[in-house]
């Protein structure tokens, strides 16, 4: 059964700290996402990964970046925390094989709290 | 822009009622439709998915949806909810370029089921 794991359940940081959040996948897939999900406005892209150090902006990349230095590690970074950012990030990743019918398996989440 | 559209945020039901929850998308060609689910404090999962054949899919816990080509709808049904249905529920539509396996979510469905 495919395992993603993000490092964190719950983060508290202050405005203007450098946030990192991790995800780990066990499954060998080459595509990896991290979105954040608001009440109301679903699940948002905001970086995918489809190869090692290869990387494309989602939907919403403002404020973030991302960082994909071996196949099972993806990494969502904040570099100057804003209270906006206050958000459940959500990691995700799918094998590329075939065609893009595959689903995205999911991590269970972090809740980040920006004070 | 591709996109999809919940048309229902929030639907209250008692135990034994049917179910229909609309997604519509935009989008002219080929796609892969997906249904996820997020129950409380788990991660999201695969309800089902279409990308060929019969339009009518069948998921997990007795869910189907209809791929309607012709109204841009995969509509998720349940002919009788239990309370352990309620989450929330996102339509998701991949549109097959590429295979990077990226998705574009609605903005979810929070489904009450009281028993």
């Known amino acids: 059964d495919v395992k993603v794991t993000q490092s964190s359940r719950y983060l508290v940081k202050r405005t203007g700290e450098k946030v990192f959040l991790e995800c780990v996948q066990d499954?060998?897939?080459?595509?990896m996402f991290w979105y954040r999900q608001d009440p109301g406005l679903g699940l948002r892209l905001i970086y995918f990964s489809y190869d090692v150090k290869m990387k494309e902006k989602g939907d919403i990349p403002e404020g973030y970046s991302v960082s994909r230095e071996k196949k099972e590690r993806f990494s969502l970074i904040l570099e100057s925390a804003s209270t906006n950012q206050t958000s459940m990030y959500l990691c995700a990743s799918t094998d590329r094989t075939g065609n893009s019918n595959q689903p995205q398996h999911f991590g269970d989440g972090t809740r980040l709290s920006i004070l | 822009a591709q996109s999809v559209s919940q048309h229902n945020h929030h639907v209250i039901l008692s135990e034994a009622a049917s179910l229909e929850l609309g997604c519509n998308y935009s989008y002219g060609g080929t796609v892969n439709l997906f249904w996820y689910v997020q129950y409380p404090g788990q991660h999201l999962q695969l309800l089902l998915k279409?990308?060929?054949?019969?339009?009518l899919v069948k998921g997990i816990k007795g869910f189907e949806a209809e791929f309607i080509k012709s109204k841009f709808s995969f509509n998720l049904r349940k002919p009788s909810v239990q309370w352990s249905d309620t989450a929330e529920y996102f339509c998701?539509?991949?549109?097959?370029?590429?295979?990077?396996?990226?998705?574009?979510f609605g903005q979810g469905t929070t489904l009450q089921v009281k028993p």
């Open positions: 998701a539509v991949n549109t097959g370029s590429g295979n990077t396996g990226k998705l574009i």
């Open positions: 499954m060998d897939h080459e595509n």
């Open positions: 279409y990308f060929s054949g019969d339009p």
